[in-house]
């Protein structure tokens, strides 16, 4: 079965599942990783203890872990729901924001899970954005040498993207995501309800990841993306429900290939090279998303520069993200060179060479190990606005 076939029938089992008023899930495959897990999407907390109902859950101590924004929006509501789902339940809120995805907040975790005396088999469950997801993720990957973790994410970026593929860890110093496991979920429950709450600006930081999803692996959808801009801005339930069912259905076929990005997984990195050095040269002001959808622009313009891509192509994705709220250029006064330097610093580097992803058409990503400085300087360049602009 190709992954255009594993998308077909995965439109299709959508259709099925709306036929019978069942909301949708993925149950994705074990890897040498993890066992495999189920993913629940739906508009309402209302299954979550019928698909929490695992063999050994009920019984057992969980430590919900959330941050400050999420406690004062949605802990109150997702308390009394989980506590009917195990034995005991606690919750640990950790301050908001990316600053705090860090070691020193992992061993807070750590210490309230041994204070609560939590053994191999009681569970954490993070509830919140990709931040509490990555660092909840961790503290239950090296606590007792890994105890089971649930994955209720909040925000749009989350639910389509960090809280599958079992990466999970924290930032050392100013590098982002230094230090971390593999270690897939148990569990993940998406309820779309959550993102009524969520910023503007979030939301738009999570169409950038989606819009990655469509690129690199499906035009058609990537074409329903464009279509659809105003039931997803508008949040209408259905349109969310298909469009993270959709998105997920793209990187759980990537990382089930390749759960420890040893090949294929590298694709979900397109706009990521650029875009990380975006976020570090911008001092984290910019949103992940954003610098993702900076960092696919340059990526684009070099696939442009290469002839994969043609003109339309190219000015259609560069203006795709503008209808989605999310930034197309930086400020003039804005160094390419410093942004190169940085770019070559970034992590994913092949002997040498940066692994850079680029589109070989549209839906189509390939790894590609020759871009050159000067490639990637016109690729930056693409993103400031000259004086004459
Ligand atoms: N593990 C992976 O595969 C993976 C993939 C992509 C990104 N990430 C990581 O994810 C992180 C970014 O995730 P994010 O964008 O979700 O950021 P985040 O977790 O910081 O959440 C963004 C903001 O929204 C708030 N928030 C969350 N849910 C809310 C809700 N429902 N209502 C109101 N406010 C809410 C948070 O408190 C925070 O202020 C980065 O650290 C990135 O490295 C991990």
């Given at each position: 079965?190709t992954?255009?076939d594993?998308?077909i029938s995965?439109c299709?089992l959508?259709e099925?599942?709306?036929?019978l008023f069942?909301?949708?899930?993925i149950?994705?495959?074990?890897?040498?990783?993890?066992?495999?897990?189920?993913?629940?999407?739906?508009d309402?907390l209302?299954?979550?203890p019928e698909e929490?109902?695992?063999?050994?859950?009920?019984?057992r101590k969980?430590?919900?872990v959330t941050d400050?924004?999420v406690?004062?929006?949605?802990?109150?509501?997702?308390?009394?729901?989980?506590k009917?789902?195990f034995?005991?339940?606690?919750s640990i809120?950790?301050?908001?924001?990316?600053e705090?995805k860090?070691?020193?907040?992992?061993?807070e975790?750590?210490d309230?899970?041994i204070?609560?005396?939590?053994?191999?088999?009681?569970?954490?469950?993070?509830?919140g954005?990709?931040?509490?997801?990555d660092?909840?993720?961790?503290?239950s990957?090296?606590y007792?040498r890994?105890?089971?973790f649930?994955?209720i994410?909040?925000t749009?970026?989350?639910q389509t993207?960090?809280?599958i593929?079992?990466?999970?860890?924290?930032d050392?110093?100013s590098?982002?995501?230094?230090?971390g496991?593999?270690?897939?979920?148990?569990f993940?429950?998406?309820?779309?309800?959550?993102?009524?709450?969520l910023?503007?600006?979030?939301f738009a930081?999570?169409?950038?990841?989606i819009i990655?999803?469509g690129?690199?692996?499906?035009n058609?959808y990537?074409?329903?993306?464009i279509?659809?801009f105003n039931?997803?801005?508008?949040?209408?339930?259905?349109?969310l429900?298909k469009?993270?069912?959709?998105?997920?259905?793209i990187?759980a076929?990537?990382?089930e290939e390749d759960?420890?990005?040893k090949g294929?997984?590298?694709l979900?990195?397109f706009?990521?090279t650029?875009?990380?050095?975006?976020?570090?040269?911008m001092d984290?002001?910019?949103?992940?998303?954003?610098c993702?959808?900076l960092g696919m622009?340059?990526?684009?313009?070099?696939?442009?520069?290469?002839?994969?891509i043609?003109?339309e192509?190219?000015?259609?994705?560069r203006?795709?993200f503008?209808?989605f709220n999310?930034?197309l250029?930086?400020?003039c006064?804005?160094d390419p060179?410093?942004?190169?330097?940085?770019?070559k610093l970034d992590?994913?580097?092949?002997?040498g060479?940066?692994?850079?992803?680029l589109l070989k058409?549209?839906g189509?990503?390939?790894?590609d190990?020759?871009?050159?400085?000067?490639?990637?300087?016109?690729g930056i360049?693409?993103?400031?606005?000259?004086?004459?602009?």
């Amino acid at each position: 079965m190709t992954g255009r076939d594993v998308l077909i029938s995965a439109c299709f089992l959508f259709e099925i599942l709306k036929g019978l008023f069942l909301m949708p899930f993925i149950d994705i495959k074990e890897t040498v990783t993890g066992p495999g897990y189920r993913i629940f999407i739906g508009d309402s907390l209302d299954m979550l203890p019928e698909e929490l109902a695992l063999p050994g859950v009920g019984d057992r101590k969980a430590l919900i872990v959330t941050d400050s924004n999420v406690e004062k929006f949605h802990l109150n509501e997702v308390f009394p729901v989980l506590k009917s789902c195990f034995k005991e339940l606690y919750s640990i809120v950790i301050p908001a924001g990316e600053e705090n995805k860090n070691m020193d907040r992992v061993m807070e975790i750590l210490d309230r899970l041994i204070e609560l005396h939590f053994d191999r088999n009681d569970l954490i469950v993070a509830l919140g954005g990709g931040v509490i997801g990555d660092m909840a993720g961790f503290a239950s990957a090296v606590y007792l040498r890994g105890i089971r973790f649930i994955q209720i994410p909040t925000t749009l970026l989350s639910q389509t993207d960090s809280s599958i593929g079992g990466k999970t860890g924290v930032d050392l110093h100013s590098y982002k995501n230094m230090v971390g496991a593999f270690h897939q979920p148990a569990f993940v429950y998406i309820n779309t309800g959550f993102l009524k709450t969520l910023p503007k600006r979030e939301f738009a930081s999570g169409m950038g990841e989606i819009i990655k999803h469509g690129l690199i692996r499906d035009n058609s959808y990537y074409e329903w993306l464009i279509n659809h801009f105003n039931e997803i801005n508008d949040q209408d339930s259905e349109t969310l429900i298909k469009m993270i069912y959709e998105s997920l259905k793209i990187k759980a076929f990537i990382v089930e290939e390749d759960p420890t990005e040893k090949g294929i997984r590298a694709l979900l990195n397109f706009g990521h090279t650029i875009g990380h050095a975006i976020e570090k040269y911008m001092d984290f002001k910019l949103l992940h998303g954003e610098c993702v959808a900076l960092g696919m622009i340059a990526a684009s313009r070099i696939s442009y520069d290469r002839g994969y891509i043609d003109t339309e192509e190219f000015y259609e994705i560069r203006d795709i993200f503008l209808p989605f709220n999310l930034p197309l250029s930086l400020a003039c006064d804005a160094d390419p060179e410093e942004i190169l330097k940085i770019t070559k610093l970034d992590k994913k580097m092949d002997k040498g060479k940066i692994r850079f992803i680029l589109l070989k058409r549209v839906g189509k990503a390939v790894i590609d190990s020759t871009v050159t400085d000067e490639e990637l300087l016109r690729g930056i360049n693409e993103l400031i606005i000259k004086d004459e602009d």
